[in-house]
């Protein structure tokens, strides 16, 4: 059995290797250093060789090398091919991953972009090159022209046709759309004297009329792909030929090579025009500014620089990778620049500062804490697979990523570790990242760095009286929660993932009486000055986190009923330092019930407001979403529950006031045992109000007050006193003042933070007004049409292919659908769909 060895690596902030520890760091004045990978995979025998330090107890993640990186022509996509054989499709304008496409069976080595931004096109080590469609995500074609690796690919100008090119030295023409062409042709013989290199470069033209080739590694051809002839040879002391590429115009080309020199030359002179001397290691990757007057280029040196293509100087350096820089690209608008690297990070970097913005990261395995043994290297077999588990992260420490990436990724101030979880609900801000990546501002709207968290560490939790076995209905489960020296915060109770007690709230900005602000007011600016606000007031108050709790000393004794489910319960914990920004590692215990099983039954409150008390903020589609999602779910839900188990109730217009909605919950919670489903959708207006999410009721005349409004303590209230552990809120709310990239990013971190915080499943969707007003095909609001769908016996939402739709794969297939079906309405509308709780199944088909 092969065994991996587990290399301690600097890359990001800086990402390191394992540490031991319990899980709560002490203030020890050390840099604090993100590990998101333990990268080097090595056979034992040779890693003893090579000196690779003995592996320490702890925990690793192995992340993917970065092989190339694209941009699309508009700039809004950004891809990364790696080596677990997939491909990272980001949203750079949001910040977020779209996609993570798989089908390659090497790793994937080339991509472009069609002109039109619709496609994506791949090659990998294996031979093959597949097109994706990008607003989906689906393969379109997989094609195998050879079984050498795909080293370059290019669209026609009329993307009518994709060009390949292998290691081989040999270019094939696939027609991918009517009057595309077929063909194939040799450029030369592949050599490898005196060189080793491992990959064949290409340079082809904007249109892909034309390629640029090595010949025998050391002089350059010109080909006519159309004609598939060769048109010149172009003849200079280049060197080892490692990295090419044409300048916008096509008249001319840079030339990188072997010793860390670059060269741009006159094609159609044949000359050289300058040289550019700077790197250290072997030039990997160049490329050209839009304009033409920069150039660019990643090294094994682990740095990117930018050239002057006038004066030949060079004018800055990016640096912060911590491997051999293999592929680079910049945008159109010149902005930013993608670099990806071995050492398993896409990094977006601001080209007029030379500033890191993010750096982006898939992970492809984890080694769980008791496979870890010190000075024993790691079983292949021992490491886990881990699916989807992606993160983008800023250099402070500002981060989004799925869930499987954040269980799985530390932050270590010297021998501790954390996992970067615990920063959640402060650090984990979409806004902040899509911001910074469109070039604005953002101090105003941080508060601290992790650093500068882990000042205060998180206390030390503890549960006790927890027995292995119960048949009570009611149990008291005894806590203790003891400062580390960062005192005590908010306290967090949890029975089967599910918040069931908790003493912090949100703190919220209080508008003065007089203050009428109506629901317009909220646009993209509005918000983002408020939040501005927001932040100098904590800064004045000497607060960094939106969460406030009663003070406490440095010791908290205290006990939670617990009311059991049959089988299997799981009890956890979790408190925050006195500042409540940093959370303590959640401890669990558990214990079965010996209770007796009951006919699980499920409870829906499903709320359409369209009427509002100041009718210009009427809608059209609200209560049809309501009254359609409710009669839906009733029906396909008598697959899983017996009708006496189903229990519906709508309220509408002039029923949805703030005290109608509380008392309808309230009725249902005292009849809501644990092992039922609560359900509770809304469509109607939501605002970000205070730097924090609420739903408006009925009530509102015209401004926003607390009659009119149900905040997030208010939700994060409500859901504490039902009983149900297996709980879905759904809010498809409009939001009046306008979306942009940071409204949608302060959406996510605000719904993310509260579905968490609370341990259930939350999906919720903001449109425009306008959006709202128009509904999608005129028939429901664009989100609700999408559920709607995938609730309708849909067999292409069982994506495990059980026979059963799950809420899982309810909100996967709802948001697939949401965000096509916006981009082919010309906008984006992206919903935030967050599963904290334990799966639950929707229906069976049928």
């Known amino acids: 059995m092969k065994r991996w060895a587990v290399a301690i690596m600097a890359i990001g902030l800086i990402i390191g290797g394992c540490a031991t520890t319990n899980g709560n760091g002490r203030g020890s004045g050390a840099k604090v250093e993100l590990a998101l990978a333990?990268?080097?995979?090595?056979?034992?025998e040779e890693s003893d060789q090579r000196g690779i330090p003995k592996r320490m107890e702890g925990h690793a993640a192995l992340a993917a090398l970065v092989s190339a990186v694209a941009i699309s022509p508009d700039g809004r996509y950004a891809a990364s091919g790696l080596s677990d054989k997939t491909i990272m499709l980001w949203d750079i304008s949001s910040g977020t991953c779209m996609h993570i496409l798989s089908g390659h069976r090497g790793s994937v080595i080339s991509l472009a972009f069609s002109h039109d931004n619709r496609q994506l096109a791949s090659g990998g080590m294996d031979g093959t090159v597949v097109r994706w469609d990008i607003l989906t995500g689906k393969e379109i074609s997989s094609h195998k022209d050879a079984s050498e690796p795909v080293n370059a690919l290019a669209f026609s100008q009329n993307d009518k046709v994709l060009i390949s090119a292998n290691h081989k030295q040999e270019i094939y023409i696939t027609g991918i759309s009517p009057g595309g062409m077929n063909g194939a042709f040799k450029v030369g013989e592949r050599s490898s004297a005196g060189t080793n290199l491992d990959f064949t470069p290409y340079a082809f033209s904007g249109d892909g009329r034309h390629v640029l080739t090595v010949?025998?590694?050391v002089s350059l051809s010109l080909w006519d792909v159309t004609a598939r002839r060769e048109v010149k040879k172009i003849s200079g002391d280049y060197g080892t030929i490692t990295a090419l590429a044409f300048s916008p115009d096509g008249r001319r080309a840079l030339v990188g090579n072997s010793r860390g020199r670059l060269k741009l030359i006159d094609i159609g002179a044949d000359k050289e025009i300058l040289t550019f001397s700077g790197h250290s290691g072997l030039v990997r990757s160049v490329a050209f500014s839009t304009d033409g007057k920069n150039a660019f280029s990643g090294s094994y040196d682990e740095t990117v620089k930018m050239w002057d293509t006038v004066t030949g100087k060079e004018i800055r350096t990016f640096r912060g990778h911590a491997n051999n820089v293999r592929s680079i690209a910049v945008a159109p608008d010149g902005l930013l620049l993608i670099s990806g690297s071995t050492d398993t990070t896409s990094r977006i970097w601001n080209v007029k500062t030379g500033q890191e913005i993010v750096t982006m990261v898939k992970f492809i395995k984890y080694?769980?804490?008791?496979?870890?043994?010190?000075d024993v290297a790691a079983r292949e077999d021992e490491f886990k697979d881990l699916r989807d588990a992606w993160v983008i992260l800023t250099p402070d420490g500002y981060y989004a990523g799925s869930a499987s990436a954040l269980g799985n990724m530390k932050v270590t101030k010297g021998a501790w570790f954390y996992l970067i979880d615990q920063f959640y609900d402060v650090f984990y801000r979409p806004d902040i990242i899509a911001a910074?990546?469109?070039?604005?501002?953002?101090?105003?709207?941080?508060?601290?760095?992790?650093?500068?968290?882990?000042?205060?560490?998180?206390?030390?939790?503890?549960?006790?009286?927890?027995?292995r076995n119960s048949g009570e209905t009611t149990l008291k489960i005894k806590y203790k929660v003891e400062s580390n020296g960062g005192g005590i915060g908010e306290i967090r109770i949890f029975h089967n993932g599910k918040l069931v007690k908790s003493d912090g709230y949100y703190r919220e900005t209080k508008r003065p009486a007089a203050d009428k602000v109506g629901l317009a007011y909220y646009s993209g600016q509005a918000v983002r000055e408020e939040m501005r606000s927001i932040v100098i007031a904590g800064r004045q108050q000497g607060k960094a986190s939106m969460i406030e709790a009663p003070p406490k000393g440095d010791s908290v004794a205290g006990e939670?009923?617990?009311?059991?489910?049959?089988?299997?319960?799981?009890?956890?914990?979790?408190?925050?330092?006195?500042?409540?920004?940093?959370?303590s590692m959640i401890k669990t215990a558990t214990f079965a019930s010996t209770l007796k099983a009951e006919e699980p039954r499920l409870f829906v409150l499903s709320v359409g407001i369209d009427e509002y008390k100041a009718s210009d903020e009427n809608l059209r589609f609200a209560v049809k979403d309501a009254e359609s999602f409710a009669r839906l779910i009733e029906t396909e839900s008598l697959t899983q529950y017996k009708a006496s188990g189903i229990h519906v109730r709508i309220l509408k217009n002039g029923e949805a006031t703030k005290s109608g909605i509380k008392t309808a919950i309230a009725e249902m919670t005292r009849a809501v045992k644990p092992n039922d489903v609560f359900l509770f959708f809304i469509a109607g207006h939501g605002v970000l109000h205070g730097g924090l999410y609420a739903i408006v009721t009925h009530d509102f005349g015209g401004s926003l007050h607390q009659d009119c409004l149900i905040t997030s303590n208010e939700i994060m209230e409500l859901s504490k006193d039902i009983k149900s552990l297996k709980q879905i809120f759904i809010l498809d709310t409009c939001h009046a003042g306008g979306l942009d990239t940071f409204i949608g990013g302060l959406y996510d971190a605000r719904m993310s933070v509260l579905a968490r915080n609370m341990g259930l499943h939350m999906f919720a969707s903001a449109s425009s007004t306008q959006k709202a007003l128009d509904g999608f095909k005129g028939k429901n609001g664009m989100f609700t049409y999408a559920l709607l769908e995938a609730l309708d016996n849909n067999r292409s939402v069982d994506a495990n292919k059980d026979g059963r739709v799950s809420?899982?794969?309810?909100?996967?297939?709802?948001?697939?659908l949401t965000i096509k079906y916006s981009r082919e309405s010309g906008y984006q509308q992206t919903p935030v769909v967050n599963n904290f709780g334990k799966d639950v199944p929707v229906y069976i088909l049928h």
């Not at 080694?367 to 010190?374: E, H, I, S, T, V």
């Open 215 to 217: 010949h025998e590694g």
């Open 436 to 467: 910074r990546l469109h070039g604005e501002d953002t101090t105003g709207l941080v508060t601290l760095t992790m650093e500068d968290a882990l000042k205060n560490p998180p206390p030390e939790v503890k549960l006790s009286n927890v027995p």
């Open 807 to 816: 809420i899982y794969e309810l909100g996967s297939y709802a948001k697939m």
């Open 560 to 583: 939670v009923a617990i009311h059991p489910v049959p089988g299997e319960n799981e009890v956890g914990i979790a408190a925050f330092n006195k500042d409540n920004t940093v959370q």
């Open 38 to 44: 333990a990268k080097v995979i090595l056979d034992v």
């Open 367 to 374: 080694l769980p804490p008791m496979f870890m043994k010190a």
